[in-house]
């Protein structure tokens, strides 16, 4: 069967309130315009690959997502609830309610390319932070769900040990599994094995393909295009601060209709 179509299909077990909606997204850094409008939606289930050349402003969208990054202009829904924003002059759009903006980070599990693990904490109590000081989680549920994570992910006997005790590989798993402790309703993926050796790349990937499977709804930002064509319901070519072009991987790889897109996955081959 071509795994592609499979992908496509689970699509279909959306509900009908989108988990995720980025509507209009600008952001300019200084006089350079580095998102110029991007919009795009993710149903419950969806994996979007987010592709495209380096400094096309892939973490920048995903960093506006959550508001690490403040955007100048542009409006974002979570589960059918909009993020109050507000003008600060000089700086952009920030959170208009502290209190929204909080709960709504944290069903946002965000993934960066550097792992981004407390070095000072254990694997364990890495995982565990996140649900008992913000979901406000007991420590034992906390931790047996934690334990169950990171069993899945293969690295449970790693969870006394200290993040640089651990391979790139284990880290980065360890990274997937803090941000599913909070359950949360979006996953964003900023070239998660971009940091990795190539050896270690497929175990991460693993996990990722394990998430997709069970219906998490995904934004991968990532230059691991055979993943890319195998797990994603859709695929976003982003290019000069824009979706250049977006569809299903089927059309995506195998018949994109701008040449900037087919140059772009040429470079790939
Ligand atoms: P990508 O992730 O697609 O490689 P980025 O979103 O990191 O691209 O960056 C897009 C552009 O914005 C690049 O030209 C980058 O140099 C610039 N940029 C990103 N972050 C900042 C920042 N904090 N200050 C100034 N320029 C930035
Ligand atoms: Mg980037």
Known sequence: MDPTASAETTRATASAVP?????????????VEVLKGVSLTANDGDVISIIGSSGSGKSTLLRCINLLESPDRGRI?????ELALKQKPGVGLVAADHRQITRMRAQIGFVFQNF??????TILENVIEAPIHVAKVGKAEATARAE???AKAGIADKRHNYPSQLSGGQQQRAAI???????????????????????????????MRGLADEGRTMLVVTHEMRFAREV???????HEGRVHEKGPPSTVFQAPSSERCRQFLASYL
């Open 232 to 238: 994603s319901s859709e695929v976003v070519f982003l």
């Open 77 to 81: 829904h979570l589960g059918g609830e």
């Open 148 to 150: 169950a994570l990171l």
């Open 177 to 207: 599994v803090r941000a599913l402790a909070m359950e949360p309703r979006v996953m964003l993926f900023d070239e998660p094995t971009s940091a990795l050796d190539p050896e270690l790349v497929d175990e991460v990937l693993g996990v």
């Open 19 to 31: 988990a995720l909606i980025v509507e209009d997204i600008h952001k300019s850094f200084g006089p």
């Open 116 to 121: 981004n693990l407390w070095s000072h904490l």
